[in-house]
């Protein structure tokens, strides 16, 4: 039987404590979920801490089928957010620091794990604290040759810079924003014209292979050097748009390391974070194959 391709998401692992009781959050993990639903082996490195917050995510991914021999434990608590919702009923987070993926390592397994991986899914706010930062970075440096390096931009609140975006692009070979993201970027960088010729500046500047450019009910816009492809969003009752992004990330890597087209891949993508955003949760099972 053909190897299955292994993916990897690093970065936060945490609690979202909402208004009605908590849920599990964090990007790696919900890349994680999706890609193995797309047809991938799919590793989560991050880390909770000693107690029961941390054994209480241990097998709340345990249950939903998710491997968790990475996620190391340390004496800093487990990851929280604290969200709170103003009087017109927006969501407002508190997302707590000195938590234990912001002290992710490499220990002996993840350096071992490293060799397997064929991509790696990182963004910008697990490296806000340097230790996580100088893992996420040392890793990326220590994959395969050929091993797809996904920087899933995922800005949230101060917790990014110029200059941990610039490194992240500099190792990255696929780059995913939104178009609340691509602002930032423009300002850093200096980017100019219209959206796709800002796009087409950052993939020139830093040798990126794919952008993956997402614009919520609007659609989706994926290119290369030679070709894009746009998909209109499919039209759903939205019901929670958490992980929506990470599924669309998830599913189109996904694609790529299975050899779709890419078209398709981004068909798929566009579909399965439809199917996300009509669901509550994160982490809905899927009702239909993915490829």
């Known amino acids: 039987m053909k190897r299955k391709p292994v993916v990897a998401g690093i970065g936060e692992l945490l609690w979202d404590l909402l208004p009605d009781g908590k849920q599990m959050g964090g990007a790696p993990a919900n890349f994680a979920f999706h890609t193995k639903q797309s047809g991938c082996e799919s590793l989560i490195i991050s880390a909770v ?14 249950n939903q089928g998710s491997e968790t021999r ?12 604290t969200v709170s919702l103003s009087p017109q009923g927006q ?22 794990a490293i060799n397997e991986l064929d991509a790696v899914c990182f963004g910008s706010l697990a490296q806000r604290n340097p230790v996580s930062a100088a893992a996420i970075q040392q890793l990326l440096t220590l994959v395969k040759p050929g091993c797809l390096k996904v ?9 990014y810079s110029k200059e941990i975006i610039e ?38 500047k830093f040798n990126l292979n794919f952008v993956v450019y997402t614009m ?3 659609g989706s816009i994926v290119f290369d050097e030679t070709k894009s492809s746009f998909t209109e969003a499919p039209k759903i009752d939205i019901t ?15 694609g790529i390391l299975l050899n779709i087209p890419f078209e398709q891949a981004h ?6 974070a439809a199917y996300v955003c009509s669901q509550k949760g994160a982490c809905p099972v899927l009702p239909f194959k993915v490829f």
Do not use: C
């Open 49 to 62: 801490g000693n107690d029961t917050d941390g054994e209480e995510l241990l097998q709340t991914l345990t």
């Open 70 to 81: 990475l996620i190391q434990k340390n004496s800093f608590p487990t990851g929280t957010v």
């Open 91 to 112: 969501p407002q987070y508190t997302i707590h620091e000195g938590v234990a993926w912001d002290y992710i390592g490499l220990d002996d397994q993840t350096k071992a």
């Open 151 to 159: 920087f899933d931009i995922n800005l949230r609140q101060n917790y």
């Open 167 to 204: 490194i992240s692009l500099q190792f990255a070979d696929i780059l995913k924003l939104n178009d609340e993201e691509l602002p930032v970027l423009a300002g850093f960088f200096g980017l100019s014209g219209d959206i796709e010729n800002q796009l087409y500046q950052l993939m020139i």
């Open 216 to 218: 919520g009910a609007k």
């Open 240 to 254: 929670d748009t958490v992980g929506a992004g990470d599924s669309f990330t998830a599913v189109f890597i996904s």
């Open 267 to 272: 068909r798929q993508a566009s579909r399965v």
